[in-house]
């Protein structure tokens, strides 16, 4: 929510902004220090003079919650500064039952503000002259510093944790005390009235003046019959949506892109726009061989994203990508940032060379936190529809320390504040033999929370592929292709709404020779593919074709190469489940009819317990109207993710694998 007042000192109007907060204590920290930034930078505001934050926050969690310090950690971070946010603590000198004393091992609630050195000032909550004059010198500091500073405001709770809550079950004595306390309005009041400063009879005006705006408003609540949309969003996005906040249509344009400016793109990325600059020699080699690959039209992973990155600053969309190693990549693939061999610090981004009137690029190596940046970049995103915000895990399975904005904000957002966003999470996701640390996203946890009926056929209209986006709770996808990941991240700015996307990203298909696409893929006209169907032997001679295999990612690969080791191009056909939500529906169905005389089989290397299966399993059969089966080939039932040894890695391979070509496997199961 956003409302504009007068700043009585300036006579300026001033927009305050109050970020959506979930009851998870402090998980709202990071979001507001993300929005700060993104304000600050879309009105050019490069020292925090214009635009700033102050937190609210609670004694017992200040201490207690390790997101105060991953935010605090932020607060000096060249691409996450927000140049000095103003903390008030209202301390209660308890948390809902607990005593300091079993609630922290420091002196003070705020001593964990000392760890950037912020200035820390203790007031009496009872004295408001005191915490004026506090609040006063804490705005200078920041207004001067540019740091971070901390106001304490001590006081109580003269209730229970709420207004039904008994205190004194477990702190008598304290609330005894309490009891006897005047309360601060009142005391505050004698105090004015025995200096003479004000009346009795003109404090008592005062109060009822401001009994009867409570009293109006709440009985003008009771005549709203309408929930205006508009009024919930903090940030209205001007002429994004209509008037109503819907969007001005429901379809989506080619993701694709002329020939001319992918080969133009693919040069900036195999260049080093900068004179006198030297780069490592086996860098190098890596531009020489994405030279290569445009001149012969193709793009591997890397470079595909940089067709897509680079397309949309050129159409004015900011592009920021955050996260841990992110500039060169975990695994050495992306190198968005060169570095000069011979020159400290010395740094060059060719994709802000893309061309001259480009939006800018941000891209920038994050602390060593997930929730916390998570959090900033999810916060950053809510800013503006004309983003494409990023933030990708090191690997997939690290978003589990950022789980609290995944459930609180990401799923849930829309539903339960009516805001919108498009983060897109970056999560490296697959089965390498290298050890359960690593090796899986837990797809199946982003599956469960989707919000889409399985049991349920949706009816197919001509704007169907658009209209599931748009009642989709969020976009869960594992991409095969290049081609097809370009075309992902370049439909979540051209739909005309925005939905979280979640990416499982590969690790050995970023360096796969046949995992490859042409231009051809790219070109105007082209789309997202949500399935990919077989578009081999299998596909001539349908009729033959004893078995579909249905898949998601990786596995494909593996199971191209079985496929022509026994000779079974024309009785298996194996169809690429691109997007997994919202389920492609139709495209399943159109699969499954054309190949009559076929069983199916969901094809995964995740357990059994984990990856896709739960999720597709009923969904397909929805869409076949439970006709047949849907078989399972794939790793068995197992509490990690992965084996830690390499030769049960490659014989639970094997198994699968043969359970997917053998077309008697399923007989005894019928």
């Known amino acids: 929510m956003y409302h504009r007042r007068i700043n009585r000192v300036t006579d300026r109007n001033i927009t305050l902004s109050l970020v959506a907060n979930?009851?998870?204590?402090?998980?709202?920290?990071?979001?507001?220090?993300?929005?700060?930034?993104?304000?600050?930078?879309?009105?050019?505001?490069?020292?925090?003079?214009?635009?700033?934050?102050?937190?609210?926050?609670?004694?017992?969690?200040?201490?207690?919650?390790?997101?105060?310090?991953?935010?605090?950690?932020?607060?000096?971070?060249?691409?996450?500064?927000?140049?000095?946010?103003?903390?008030?603590?209202v301390n209660n000198q308890i948390g809902f039952t607990t005593d300091p004393r079993m609630a922290r091992s420091s002196p003070y609630p705020t001593d964990v503000a000392r760890v950037v050195n912020a200035p820390i000032f203790h007031v009496n909550a009872d004295d408001p002259e005191a915490v004026m004059y506090v609040c006063n010198v804490a705005a200078e500091w920041r207004a001067t510093f540019h740091k971070d500073v901390v106001v304490d405001l001590v006081g109580y709770r003269r209730m229970g944790h709420n207004e039904m809550d008994e205190p004194m079950f477990t702190q008598p004595l304290m609330y005894k005390q309490i009891k006897k306390q005047k309360g601060v309005l009142l005391k505050y009041a004698e105090k004015l009235i025995a200096e003479g400063a004000v009346s009795r009879q003109e404090y008592e005006e005062e109060i009822a003046k401001y009994d009867k705006i409570c009293?109006?408003?709440?009985?003008?609540?009771?005549?709203?019959?309408?929930?205006?949309?508009?009024?919930?969003?903090?940030?209205?996005?001007?002429?994004?949506?209509?008037?109503?906040?819907?969007p001005k249509s429901m379809s989506c344009p080619s993701t694709g892109l002329t020939e001319?400016?992918?080969?133009?793109?693919?040069q900036v990325a195999s260049s080093v726009p900068v004179d006198d600059f030297t780069i490592h020699g086996g860098l190098s080699r890596i531009l020489k061989g994405r030279a290569e690959m445009v001149r012969k039209r193709t793009v591997d992973w890397a470079l595909g994203e940089y067709m897509a990155f680079g397309s949309l600053l050129q159409e004015g969309i900011h592009v920021r990508?955050?996260?841990?190693?992110?500039?060169?990549?975990?695994?050495?693939?992306?190198?968005?940032?060169?570095?000069?061999?011979?020159?400290?610090?010395?740094?060059?981004?060719p994709m802000n060379h893309v061309s001259a009137d480009q939006a800018p690029y941000t891209v920038c190596n994050s602390s060593l936190s997930e929730y916390g940046v998570l959090g900033f970049e999810l916060g950053f995103a809510m800013a503006s529809p004309n983003a494409l915000v990023l933030w990708e895990a090191q690997f997939g399975d690290f978003h589990n320390t950022a789980q609290c904005i995944i459930d609180q904000f990401i799923c849930p957002g829309q539903?339960?504040?009516?805001?919108?966003?498009?983060?897109?999470?970056?999560l490296p996701h697959g089965m390498e033999g290298m050890g359960?640390?690593?090796?899986?996203?837990?797809?199946?946890r982003f599956l469960q929370m989707c919000n889409d009926d399985p049991d349920v056929m949706p009816t197919v209209t001509d704007d169907f592929a658009v209209r599931q986006l748009y009642d989709c709770n969020w976009i869960v996808v594992n991409c095969s292709t290049p081609g097809n990941y370009f075309h992902v991240l370049r439909r979540q700015i051209l739909a005309p709404f925005r939905k979280p996307l979640i990416v499982f990203t590969p690790k050995s298909l970023l360096r796969h020779p046949e995992a490859r696409s042409s231009f051809d893929e790219m070109l105007p006209g082209s789309h997202f593919q949500r399935l990919i169907a077989e578009g081999g032997v299998a596909s001539e001679r349908p009729e033959e074709v004893k078995r579909l295999v249905f898949c998601t990612g990786k596995v494909y690969y593996e199971l191209l190469k079985e496929r022509k080791n026994r000779d079974m191009e024309g009785t298996v056909a194996i169809a690429r489940m691109e997007q997994l939500s919202p389920f492609p529906f139709d495209l399943v169905r159109a699969e499954s009819e054309k190949y009559p005389n076929a069983d199916l089989v969901w094809c995964q290397e995740e357990h059994k317990n984990q990856g896709y299966y739960d999720y597709v399993k009923p969904r397909m059969r929805t869409t076949i109207e439970r006709a047949k089966p849907v078989w399972y080939a794939g790793?068995?039932?197992?509490?990690?993710?992965?084996?830690?040894?390499?030769?049960?890695?490659?014989?639970?391979?094997?198994?699968?694998l043969d359970t997917t070509f053998n077309l008697d496997a399923f007989k005894d199961q019928e």
């Not at 841990?324 to 990549?329: A, K, M, N, S, T």
């Open 22 to 89: 979930p009851s998870h204590l402090e998980a709202a920290d990071p979001v507001v220090q993300g929005k700060t930034k993104a304000e600050q930078f879309y009105c050019g505001d490069t020292e925090g003079n214009r635009v700033m934050s102050i937190l609210l926050h609670g004694d017992a969690a200040f201490a207690g919650q390790g997101i105060v310090y991953e935010t605090f950690h932020l607060s000096d971070l060249p691409s996450y500064t927000t140049h000095g946010t103003v903390h008030v603590v």
């Open 635 to 656: 790793r068995e039932p197992a509490a990690a993710p992965a084996t830690g040894n390499k030769n049960t890695h490659l014989m639970e391979l094997k198994r699968f």
């Open 215 to 246: 009293e109006e408003a709440h009985a003008r609540s009771k005549d709203e019959k309408i929930l205006h949309i508009k009024h919930w969003l903090d940030s209205p996005w001007p002429g994004f949506f209509t008037l109503d906040g819907q």
């Open 436 to 444: 359960p640390e690593h090796s899986s996203a837990r797809p199946e």
């Open 321 to 349: 990508l955050s996260g841990q190693d992110v500039e060169r990549g975990t695994f050495s693939h992306r190198h968005h940032v060169l570095h000069d061999q011979n020159v400290d610090k010395r740094t060059c981004i």
């Open 260 to 266: 001319e400016n992918l080969s133009h793109i693919g």
């Open 415 to 426: 539903a339960k504040w009516v805001r919108q966003n498009g983060i897109v999470l970056l």
